[in-house]
């Protein structure tokens, strides 16, 4: 491999006319910088927009009450009614494809007076009753202390969960909220958790100003009687959602009489589906940018090929003599594939560190200046799509010098000799 | 001392070999059945006016021309349709190629010109421009050794491509038109390396059209219109 004269033969033709090259390697290098940039800025998007939806199991399901529009079993249309607790008996009972179920009520908040007192300080704060499930569909980041268990469900205790903004408006920044008691509409629960979201920018900051408190405790607390507010609901693995989704609305209808054709008295959310949307989507900006980045590519690609036709047709007395000395047709073959293979993979490399470089840059001023993009984050590119493309690279390299090098020895080597 | 009860071994044979070149609708005869001996060792010149096919015929020895008919034996291997492969490998091993433009690489000083044939021998290369420093100081060129051809003279370019063809020890000489492109004074210190080199017993084509250069060798062949008319002995 490493052989000087090689080199020197490599270096001669290079330099011979420095701007053919330099333009020739720009374009494979602009080729491959826009591939890296484009690829890179869709990694970024999907990092943001996929943030979002947190950690959040992509197999869920939530379903809640509405007014009913059919008249059914004698009752009129525009009833409201409740989930209750019974249904959460039931669906456990007769939809066994079920991982995860945990009924959701909320006490307030959003949008209402203070609700929660601490001492001086107050704030609203979302009040949600939940099940220790919740935390499996939509984990949640533990800075301290633990989220609802069984046992706090069991006794009804009047503990509760905090989000980070939480602590911020209540709570001193040296003092400790673990333990402490707050008020929450009037009566006093114990601190038992603190948490962060793990979503990203406007989304995160309405989570963390969450409270989470055993789901029995806020129905007895504030009076809810034995009413559900909604059911977040996982599949089992290799069960897909819609499957549980179905089954669970049918059965909720039979049990609150609710027409079975009745579209809209049942509210539900899948999120597979806006979650297989989303990685529809991307999967569709990543094969345009493949495409166009590919297609750029290819045009530098065929630039280095065309140059090499000329270099070759430049050379062709040259290579007459080597020939004449004894060079082989491989020798000349790989030679000039060489020459195509360097330029290409010296400019692609270029076009590698530099468009990657300029992604950490975006990357950099995107921290730095502290602004919480949600749409946006850590723009850059897998170091396996960097190896793919510098392999594609030399493969092309070696191909675009194909064409020429069996240009250059398809001639005799006394036509090549006699060349002017 | 030579033995001459030996009959001197041949080092090549053509026999009847024709050639044309195709251009388009028309053909071209160009040799019209060559038959050729010469010696191991020999020295002859080949003359002739220009399209009589002696170029031609110096390719087709040179293998770097095919021949559409005929047999061409060069020490006894026989020469045919070879692939291109082959017929590096016996350019390489067993021809020497001195022209009339010199046709030094220009990339590469004399040593690394000199060294060539034996790059492609894949011999290392502290190994082969040791030997090619070895050939520049006979032709009397050491001192040049890290020049490039465009800052050498004529005569001087010459004794770099003699060198170069010397250089893979190979067992016949090419020349075409060796001082073509030299003055009187350096085309006659050309010769004389040349001679030097045949005495060492290789065999030596020339091809030229200047009579003094013909007569200093051996054997002067004169080919008319694809044919040999004349054989001369000097």
Known sequence: MFDLDRWQEIYHVLSKNKLRTFLTAFGVFWGIFMLVIMLGSGNGLERGVTQN???????????????????????????????????????????????????????????????????????????????????????????????????????????????????????????????????????????????????????????????????????????????????????????????????TIRLLKKRHSVAPSDEAAVGHFNLKKEYDQMKGLFFGIQLLVWIVGTGTLLAGVIGVSNIMLVVVRERTKEIGIQRALGATPWKVISQIMMESVVLTTFAGYFGLVIGVGLLELINFLLESSGSNTEMFVHPGIDFSVAVTALTILVFCGALAGMIPARRAVSVKPIDALRYE | MVNFDLKIQVMIKIKQVHKSYITGQNSLHVLKGIDLEVGAGEMISIMGASGSGKSTLLNILGILDNYDSGEYLLDGIKINRLSERKAAQLRNKMLGFVFQSFNLVSFKNAMENVALPLYYQNVPRKKRNLIAMEYLERMGLKDWAHHLPNELSGGQKQRVAIARALIGKPKVILADEPTGALDSTTSLEVMDILQEVNSTGITLIIVTHEHDIALRTQKTIRITDGNITEIIKN
């Open chain 1, 53 to 247: 939806f947190g950690d959040m199991a992509t197999n869920s399901v939530f379903i809640w009450t509405q007014q009913t529009t059919i008249p059914y079993k004698g009752f009129s249309r525009g009833r409201s009614y409740n989930f209750d607790n019974e249904d959460v008996i039931a669906i456990q009972h007769s939809v066994p494809e079920i991982k995860y179920l945990a009924p959701r009520i909320q006490a307030g908040g959003f949008m209402q007076t203070n609700n929660v007192i601490r001492g001086l300080k107050s704030g609203v704060f979302n009040i949600m009753g939940d099940y220790p499930a919740f935390n499996k569909i939509d984990p949640l980041n533990f800075v301290q202390g633990r989220f609802i268990n069984d046992l706090d469900i069991k006794d009804k205790r009047k503990v509760a969960v905090i989000g980070s903004r939480v602590v911020d408006f209540l709570f001193k920044k040296d003092e400790k909220p673990i333990n402490q008691y707050i008020q929450i509409q009037g009566v006093y629960f114990q601190v038992i958790g603190i948490f962060t979201s793990k979503r990203t920018g406007e989304q995160a900051n309405q989570e963390n100003q969450n409270i989470y408190i055993p789901f029995t405790t806020l129905q007895q607390t504030y009076n809810y009687g034995n009413a559900v507010g909604f059911f977040s609901i996982t599949s089992k693995d290799n069960i897909p959602v819609s499957v549980v989704e179905e089954k």
